[in-house]
């Protein structure tokens, strides 16, 4: 016995199950459904293919004037030498980042102001005027500061200038830079670093009077810095190095004037005294006085040496110059006194001899008359002088002269 209706399938789909169950408004709904989404899912496509072609060319750069770019994938160079280094221009294609990066790289000098370290680490930027705090001590962390070669504290500001080393080879320059430095930002630490340290160590040669009167090698910091650099291989070069700020702590402010005031006056007494020296010399020798007193000091050296040629040849050198006439001053005079006297004596004792030669003949003819005659031409000779007052008494009278005194003396 046979069913005459057929036998039912079993629903494939959702659509299937609606056709079986003869709903014919639900099959347009359905379709309507269908239409929309399959268009949904067209755009989708377009826009993820738009957007993934707007992410392949994304990356794509220019490089300004004054710049230079390195392009970087996956963290290596991309390219050799030549073709590593990209000049001002563009554009240039690289895949999107993370895949490739670029690292651009000014050429101009760029500056660094290391003022928190050695001045006040409590502020950032230098300021306009000295606002340093006057307080009893220096904190560590809080008040920045150096120490001298004579072991005083000082305070200062410096200005780094630094560029791309471009004096040599520019692209190995480059990719140095971006092998062992990677951006301008960590370029600027190390340099800062590199200054402190530099600047640490030329203060500590420096005494303190040169440092606040402003010598200080600011060559020597520089050189220090371009030393680090090159052995970090970082591909920058330093330009300038100047010290902006050099003075003591505001609390040490009044003793340096102090001692500053005290190494002038001693300065200035020095400089007096050697002008009385030179002065009182001059007097003495007259412009030869230099190699007169060198060569008297050495005779005297070479007599507490106890030398005896050396003080020979001294004390030869010393006559020599003495007898050379070109001493002057009070020794001079002196010299020309002694050379008058000994020229007066010569010449007396010639007369002198001239008369012992004249009396001789007539001392050998009347040997007791002849003495008499001289004590009398003496005796007129004294009484004759200018300086001696003569009195003649009469034959037979007396003179007296009182020779004390008129007012009576109380006992």
């Known amino acids: ?20 169950s003869g709903g014919t408004e639900a099959v347009s709904s359905v379709d309507s459904l269908s239409r929309a989404l399959n268009v949904g899912f067209r755009v989708l496509r377009i826009l993820m293919a738009g957007l993934a072609a707007v992410f392949c060319f994304s990356n794509i750069y220019w490089v300004p004037e004054g710049s230079v770019a390195v392009q970087t994938r996956l963290g290596k160079i991309v390219g050799e030498k030549e073709t590593a280094l990209r000049p001002p221009g563009g ?90 430095v990677g951006s301008m930002e960590r370029a600027a630490r190390i ?54 700020r050099y003075a003591v702590p505001r609390m040490l402010m009044a003793d340096f004037q102090a001692v500053n005031q005290a190494e002038s006056h001693k300065a200035l007494s020095i400089e007096k005294a050697s002008r009385q020296r030179v002065s009182i010399l001059n007097e003495l020798a007259g412009s030869g006085w230099q190699e007169l007193l060198e060569a008297i000091e050495t005779h005297e050296r070479s007599l507490e040496k106890g030398d005896r040629p050396a003080e020979e040849a001294a004390f030869g050198t010393a006559r020599d110059i003495l007898l050379a006439g070109d001493v002057g001053g009070a020794v001079g005079q002196m010299l020309d006194e002694a050379k008058s006297e000994k020229t007066a004596t010569i010449q007396r004792a010639r007369a002198a001899t001239a008369r012992f030669n004249e009396l001789l003949p007539s001392f050998k003819k009347n040997p007791d008359v002849l003495p008499t005659q001289l004590i009398q031409d003496t005796v007129r000779k004294i009484w004759s002088a200018i300086s001696v007052d003569a009195l003649y008494v009469p034959p037979g009278q007396k003179l007296v002269l009182d020779l004390g005194r008129s007012e009576p003396i109380d006992q």
């Open 191 to 244: 340099v800062r670093r590199s200054a402190q340290s530099a600047i640490v160590k030329v203060v500590a040669q420096t005494d303190v009077a040169n440092f606040v009167a402003g010598h200080i090698d600011n060559q020597a910091i520089r050189n220090l810095i371009a030393t680090r650099l090159d052995r970090l291989h970082a591909g920058l070069t330093v330009t300038g190095v100047t010290a902006s």
């Open 1 to 20: 016995m046979y069913d005459s209706q057929p036998s039912k399938k079993p629903a494939t789909s959702y659509l299937d199950h609606v056709m079986a």
């Open 91 to 180: 554009p240039y294609l690289a895949f999107p980042y993370p895949l490739d990066q670029i690292v651009r790289m000014p050429t101009g000098i760029q500056k660094i102001a290391v003022h928190n370290a050695f001045w006040s680490e409590t502020d950032e930027i230098q300021p306009a005027v000295d606002d340093r705090p006057e307080t009893e001590s220096l904190r560590p962390g809080v008040h920045g500061s150096l120490l001298t070669a004579d072991k005083n504290i000082v305070q200062g500001t410096w200005i780094v200038h630094y560029k791309l080393d471009t004096g040599g080879d520019t692209r190995s320059a480059a990719t140095d830079f971006v092998r062992h």
